[in-house]
């Protein structure tokens, strides 16, 4: 037997007008969960290892918080899995070295303190070496390379783009350089490219105190290339500058939502005087609290 419909709206105490409002909420709950799902695959894209919480707070995506943005994409099997590094890529020269220049620095442009690193990326059981060179200032990566050795040739091919790619030929020592104390940035050939340009050399004696750089690292790694298919070296090459491409076009919170170029266009047009002075905290505190270490620009 067949029950006309408006029977079942009175046995369920609703009206026909609610029964439908509810399906449209329905439906719209629906459409956006497809919206939010598609951004997030489209910023994947990009930026293949950004994680969720990342994701929202640089998107800010309308209509939705945070902890259920997340929670839709843990449903659609969007979460990041961690990967650790194990591999030693500093060989510290105790004997010649720099000392740390940045101690409580204050600073307010571009090319004043650029910091750089070594990492590793394994392809195939063997390791191939990266280097970065990064504008602290902007976060903007300014120069880098890979190569499969760990000779002095590597820092300088990065150090040359950075170099170029700036197209200053005397920084009258207004720039640092900073760095680990590995051998590398330590050898003749590196150190005299930098004194060549006038240019401080400043180094770390701990790992804490490079960490600008290191996240810098961990970012392109495991947020970009562990995502793509990297198959030789040639492919390595070619991700890796597509991989500097996204970052420096990416969204940074310390920039205030602004990407390290589009920051760099804007500081242009700020004059000295009405720019924020940042302070680096390199150092652990005596009390054996690491929070300033966490915590690398402030505002002065």
């Known amino acids: 037997m067949n029950i006309p419909i408006k029977y079942l709206y009175l046995l369920c105490a ?7 409002q509810a399906l449209a909420r329905e439906k719209l709950i629906q ?11 489209q910023v994947r894209e990009l930026h293949p290892g950004m994680g969720l919480r990342k994701m929202y707070n640089q998107f800010q995506p309308e209509g939705i918080g945070r902890d259920a943005f997340i929670a839709i994409g843990m449903e659609e099997g969007l979460r990041l899995q961690v990967s650790r590094n194990p591999t030693r890529t500093t060989w510290g020269n105790k004997r010649y070295s720099y000392p740390n220049l940045l101690a409580g620095i204050k600073f307010t442009d571009v090319n004043q303190v650029w ?9 195939e059981g063997k390791h191939y070496y990266i280097v970065f060179i990064m504008d ?6 300014v120069g880098y390379s890979v190569a499969d050795h760990m000779r002095a040739s590597l820092n300088i091919a990065a150090l040359e783009k ?8 005397d920084y009258e020592r207004q720039l640092i350089h900073h760095s680990d104390r590995g051998s590398q940035y330590i050898s003749e050939d590196y150190t005299h490219l930098l004194t060549e340009f006038g240019i ?14 290191e996240r810098v690292n961990g970012t392109i790694k495991n947020e970009y290339l562990r995502y793509w298919d990297i198959r030789n070296f040639n492919d390595l090459e070619k991700n890796l500058k597509k991989a ?16 390290p170029n589009d920051f760099e266009i804007h500081l242009k047009g700020v004059p000295l005087n009405q720019r924020k002075e940042m302070a680096i905290f390199t150092r652990i505190s005596d009390s054996g609290n690491n929070a300033n270490q966490l915590n690398l ?3 002065v």
């Open 14 to 20: 609703i009206s026909k007008q609610a029964h439908a």
């Open 162 to 169: 950075a170099l170029n790619l700036r197209g200053i030929s």
């Open 115 to 123: 910091s750089s690193d070594i990492t590793y990326y394994s392809l």
């Open 136 to 141: 602290v200032y902007s976060r903007k990566i």
């Open 297 to 299: 620009f402030k505002s």
């Open 244 to 259: 500097v491409e996204n970052y420096n076009n990416r969204a940074h919170n310390a920039l205030k939502g602004e990407t």
């Open 31 to 41: 459409d956006k969960r497809w919206l939010y799902i598609g951004l997030m695959l």
């Open 200 to 213: 401080r050399i400043s180094m770390c004696r701990e790992v804490l105190e490079n960490a600008h750089i």
